[in-house]
């Protein structure tokens, strides 16, 4: 049974940094690409970042780039999201979602994904 674990969310004082693990199982992770998402209070669910199957390509949504930093290692079975310089607009509920990726891509569209996680809040407050 494919799952995925989100944990290391919080409360963070703006200019922090907190680093989210998505832990997968039930599957060889090296096939999948995984993005990360997000949804603020009363707002739309959005893309944050993508990283594809081999790591070799990762897309940011511009809010975040330049202070976020996705990454994973395939033979911990865990995908990561960095995030630095924190903005009080980055509190939301973060979620990782998985797609098999036989060519190699990297996106955001959140229709692509057929599996997720039960999400992880982060906090960025005074």
């Known amino acids: 049974q494919l799952q995925l674990v989100e944990s290391g969310g919080g409360l963070v004082q703006p200019g922090g940094s907190l680093r989210l693990s998505c832990a997968t199982s039930?599957?060889?992770?090296?096939?999948?690409?995984i993005a990360w998402f997000r949804q603020a209070p009363g707002k739309e669910r959005e893309g944050v970042s993508c990283?594809?199957?081999?790591?070799?390509?990762?897309n940011y949504a511009d809010s975040v780039k330049g202070r976020f930093t996705i990454s994973r290692d395939n033979a911990k079975n865990t995908v990561y999201l960095q995030m630095n310089n924190l903005k009080p607009e980055d509190t939301a509920v973060y979620y990782c979602?998985?797609?098999?990726?036989?060519?190699?891509?990297?996106?955001?569209?959140?229709?692509?994904?057929?599996?997720w996680g039960q999400g992880t809040q982060v906090t960025v407050s005074s």
């Open positions: 990283i594809n199957r081999s790591g070799g390509r990762t």
């Open positions: 039930g599957f060889n992770l090296g096939d999948y690409r």
């Open positions: 979602a998985t797609k098999r990726d036989p060519f190699g891509t990297c996106d955001t569209r959140e229709t692509l994904y057929n599996y």
